[in-house]
């Protein structure tokens, strides 16, 4: 007797509701919604993002793609739609219009005109009718007049698709003037962000010099979206290799190119002071961008190879690969997550390793560079001249001897005679900026002529990003300088040759530590 089969269909209100909460943003969602404008063959897509007069948001997506029959519209709502013929289109999954618009909107309209001499039909998905009406869609033959319009405008009587939002609940909070000043706020915060991130994005369709991606303009809010390339701005591209991926039935390839930016004064110097906010010079551009058939899905971030690290802020990567390989790379549904299985990764580490080494150093050589034009050179003279006359009411260690030719001194403590490090100096020097210390570490105690005294690094991120923009205040300089003085002194009279290996291990993770937590901090402007 053979098994008995039973229909498992899922409860569609239940189902629906739970898919709002699939982890949309609002740029994330758009874009899926311009992957199906250019899927469907789209030259002008125009995105409308706004409050009407009574605070509702307004929100559109109207392209001029080959458009849908009434089938066709009923297949788009379908939650998993018929695949598309094309294996390479942007739309993967079936879910993205969908997911995308219900993680912000409760209602859904589609409507499209598939041929010039054809009238427009508007398909709705309504959530609160799916407990009534469960999986059914409703086509009305008499098009929105609204949508209408708008196809018109921007199809010129041709074929195209207009996306509407209605019912907003998750895009910005209840306000109590909902056309106010802060509603108005967030709206405009929303539209800068997606400007930025639909430039991003799709930034290889928006450049028409880009020969990789067909040409397609997008507007928002009726402003023209411009390219941004994220390696432009007068990168060297280190790197532009072809990688053959083995899929066992076939063979294809991934692209892997990586570019070195110049240093910020040098964009500024090449393309004019605001080339730094333009190219987004900062800590959290750096990384691989991952294109999907010239569509960025990921990125950037170093696909957890490596951390987002100040010294190779100047370094950016992008790989390519095309629909082949979406199961080696295991796409989400948001075609906004990858990940790189171990072999992979292996071929792209080795591969972007030099690249980064070259990033590396030229950030550093920027950084030494940048110390000796913009540091005064009197910056820790007022904390020397505090110290000297503080330092003789506070316990000590005493110097019993310095070899000048071995960068060394002997000491006595409570605990015995141990040695340190030893520089020449003039007299009245207990904190001395230099350009850079072993392992990157911040500071290090050192003997600076007859007196204990730290040495800190000009090259290390808490420099630059706390010592430097606070060089105007000269109570914060030095305070700064006494904490690590301070530091310093207390390892003098602590030190012991069973110890010295503790106290380097704490100067390390204190400096790993602080560079961690200030990279998040903007660099100082360069006067």
Request: charged share 25%; net charge negative; glycine share 6%.
């Amino acid at each position: 007797m053979s098994a008995e089969l039973f229909e498992v269909t899922p409860d569609p209100e239940r189902i629906t509701e739970s898919l709002r909460d699939t982890g949309y943003v609002l740029n994330t969602a758009v874009a899926d919604i311009v992957d199906n404008s250019i899927a469907a063959g789209a030259n002008t897509v125009s995105v409308e993002l706004k409050l009407d007069p009574r605070g509702n948001v307004r929100f559109s997506v109207t392209d001029n793609g080959i458009g849908m029959d009434k089938a066709g519209l009923v297949n788009a709502l379908k939650y998993g739609s018929a695949r598309r013929p094309d294996p390479s289109s942007l739309g993967k999954f079936g879910l993205g219009l969908k997911t995308a618009s219900t993680s912000f909107a409760r209602r859904l309209k589609l409507t499209s005109r598939s041929a010039v001499d054809a009238p427009a039909a508007t398909a709705i998905w309504d959530l609160d009718l799916v407990p009534s009406q469960g999986w059914q869609v409703s086509v009305d033959p008499n098009a929105d007049p609204i949508d209408v319009t708008l196809l018109d405008k921007h199809t010129q009587g041709g074929t195209g698709t207009v996306v509407r939002w209605e019912n907003v609940d998750r895009l910005i909070r209840d306000y109590k003037n909902p056309v106010g000043d802060r509603a108005q706020s967030a709206i405009r915060r929303h539209v800068s962000a997606l400007r930025e991130h639909l430039a991003m994005v799709f930034q290889r369709f928006l450049d028409i010099s880009d020969s990789r991606a067909s040409s397609v303009s997008i507007l928002l809010n009726g402003e023209n979206v411009e390219a941004w390339n994220p390696f432009g701005f007068g990168a060297d591209k280190l790197l532009d290799v072809a990688i053959p991926v083995d899929l066992g039935h076939t063979t294809t390839t991934m692209h892997l190119r990586a570019h070195v930016l110049p240093r910020k004064t040098e964009l500024q110097a090449m393309l004019g002071d605001s080339a730094p906010t333009q190219a987004r010079l900062g800590n959290k551009t750096q990384g691989i961008y991952v294109y999907r058939e010239n569509r960025l899905i990921h990125g950037p971030d170093w696909l957890n190879m490596w951390a987002q690290e100040p010294h190779f802020t100047l370094c950016r990567a992008e790989l390519s690969f095309d629909h082949e390989l979406d199961l080696a790379f295991q796409v989400d549904i948001k075609k906004s997550t990858i990940i790189l299985d171990n072999a992979l990764a292996d071929v792209v580490f080795k591969a972007l390793t030099p690249p980064r080494r070259e990033a590396e150093a030229r950030y550093r050589e920027g950084q030494r560079s940048r110390a000796t034009e913009v540091i005064d050179p009197e910056l820790h003279a007022p904390s020397n001249a505090a110290i000297q006359d503080k330092s003789k009411s506070i316990p000590k260690a005493t110097l019993q001897s310095k070899d000048e030719g071995s960068g060394t001194a002997e000491i006595r403590n409570e605990h015995g005679t141990v040695t340190v490090d030893f520089v020449q100096s003039s007299t009245g020097v207990f904190v001395e900026a230099v350009d850079e210390l072993r392992d990157g570490i911040l500071y290090q105690p050192a003997y600076i002529g007859d007196n204990p005294g730290v040495r800190i690094s000009k090259s290390h991120p808490y420099y630059e990003k706390v010592y430097l923009p606070n060089q105007t205040s000269g109570t914060t300089i030095q305070a700064l300088d006494s904490l690590l003085w301070a530091l310093a002194s207390a390892e003098f009279r602590s030190a012991q040759d069973s110890t010295k290996e503790i106290f380097e291990d704490i100067r390390y993770d204190v400096s790993r530590a602080l560079k961690k937590l200030v990279e998040d901090l903007p660099s100082p402007e360069e006067d």
